[in-house]
């Protein structure tokens, strides 16, 4: 007998879980820089908070930023961060994060968060969505794959040293 896979779903993160979020948020960018992009810690720290300070200027109030909690089962698994951007010729939703709970991957929730940014794109009238993903994380780069994103820019540096 196999199991039902559980409903999930997005909803708008609560005041209460943002401080969380945020940490969170800048502590994985931070991580990703010095891991994925050779940046020294003190640096990638840095730029992780000048880069949420500017991008997430009123927190949740930021227009047109809508992060989201992935529900699953009435349960926070995680957390889907997205914005309005592009030109008045192509406007694009961009995800800037999706993250499963360490206890919560490997089921699903990854796709099916992704797959609901789509439908949020769909609902805005946005026909394209686009994101930016580390060289290194070969987790995230298959499911985008799977899903049908495709590389569109590829960065690449060799240290000497």
């Known amino acids: 007998m196999t199991r039902a896979r559980p409903t999930v779903h997005l909803r708008p993160m609560r005041p209460d ?15 990703d820089m010095v891991v ?3 940046m020294p810690p003190a640096a990638a720290e840095r ?6 300070a500017a991008i997430l ?5 930021t227009a047109g930023q809508w992060i989201y909690a992935v529900e699953a089962e009435g349960e926070a698994v995680g957390h889907l961060w997205v914005a309005e951007r592009g030109t008045p010729e192509r406007r694009t939703l961009y995800i800037y994060g999706v993250e499963i709970d360490e206890a919560h991957r490997g089921r699903g929730f990854g796709r ?5 940014a789509e439908g949020e794109a769909r609902a805005r009238g946005i026909d394209r969505v686009e994101l930016n993903v580390f060289g290194g994380n070969e ?4 499911l985008y794959r799977a899903l049908g994103y495709v590389e569109i820019a590829v960065q690449m ?5």
Do not use: C, N, W
């Open 17 to 31: 879980e943002y401080p969380a979020f945020i940490s969170g948020s800048k502590a994985g960018y931070t991580h």
């Open 36 to 38: 994925h992009g050779g």
């Open 47 to 52: 730029k992780s908070e000048e880069d949420h």
């Open 57 to 61: 200027p009123d927190g949740l109030a």
């Open 112 to 116: 099916t968060a992704m797959q609901l």
């Open 139 to 142: 987790v995230a780069r298959g």
């Open 157 to 161: 540096g060799k240290d000497l040293a």
